[in-house]
């Protein structure tokens, strides 16, 4: 079946410094990726999203890349500030018919 | 911005009682889910349908029913609560044609 295996947490930086939080999937055929972010007492946010191999998603200084060849999709962070401070999902899903999966979620605490 | 949404955001009631977690989303989606969110941060899905009067049992095995007689609305019971059923409840939703899912902010219940 499909799974996605994320990095484990708690991640815990310094505000200005670069992020990277590995994932990696299994899946059959063409994925959608995607990650979402959970600010602490709130649902989830579609953070950024990539629909085929190469794509690239960004959304407020955040990007990850689909990459078939290694089936990965590592989000990443050139300068992370303390309002960055959530758990961080990856995500997939076949197609429309079916169903979100969703890995275990990485804590991430950005220190001033 | 998604437009859906949860109430109660905080339930604290009593073992026994029957309780009623409501989730409405006004974008016309024909596909929802519940998911329970654990302590330690992964979701999992419990329940989900693809339509009016469609309804299915998701990965995790719950105690609590569904229903789907409108499209918008999609609540979640308990019959008789316990204190094992604590825990954080999010609702999302998908429309046609579309694989992200928007989720709602969350009901946190508590069974004292």
């Known amino acids: 079946g499909d799974s996605v295996t994320q990095m484990e947490g708690p991640v815990t930086l310094s505000e200005e410094a670069f992020l990277t939080i590995n994932c990696t999937y299994t899946?059959?055929?063409?994925?959608?990726l995607f990650w979402y972010v959970q600010y602490p007492g709130e649902g989830l946010q579609l953070l950024l999203k990539?629909?085929?191999?190469?794509d690239k998603g960004s959304n407020k200084g955040f990007e990850a890349t689909y990459r078939k060849e290694t089936t990965s999709f590592h989000l990443e962070k050139g300068s992370v500030q303390v309002s960055d401070s959530a758990v961080y999902f990856c995500?997939?899903?076949?197609?429309?018919?079916?169903?979100?999966?969703f890995g275990k979620g990485t804590l991430l605490t950005v220190n001033p | 911005e998604a437009d859906i949404y949860q109430t109660p955001r905080y339930l604290v009631i009593g073992t026994g009682k029957k309780i009623t977690l409501e989730c409405s989303q006004t974008m016309g989606h024909d596909k929802m889910y519940w998911y329970q969110q654990d302590p330690g941060m992964e979701l999992h899905l419990i329940h989900y349908?693809?339509?009016?009067?469609?309804?299915e049992k998701g990965d995790l095995s719950s105690e609590s029913t569904v229903s789907r007689i409108r499209t918008e609305h999609f609540p979640l019971t308990l019959e008789s609560a316990r204190p094992s059923h604590t825990s954080q409840y999010l609702c999302?939703?998908?429309?046609?044609?579309?694989?992200?899912?928007?989720f709602g902010q969350g009901t946190r219940l508590t069974v004292v």
């Open positions: 995500a997939l899903s076949r197609g429309s018919n079916y169903k979100l999966t």
């Open positions: 990539a629909t085929k191999a190469d």
């Open positions: 999302a939703s998908s429309g046609t044609g579309r694989v992200e899912a928007f």
């Open positions: 899946a059959t055929g063409y994925p959608s």
């Open positions: 349908s693809y339509g009016v009067n469609s309804t």
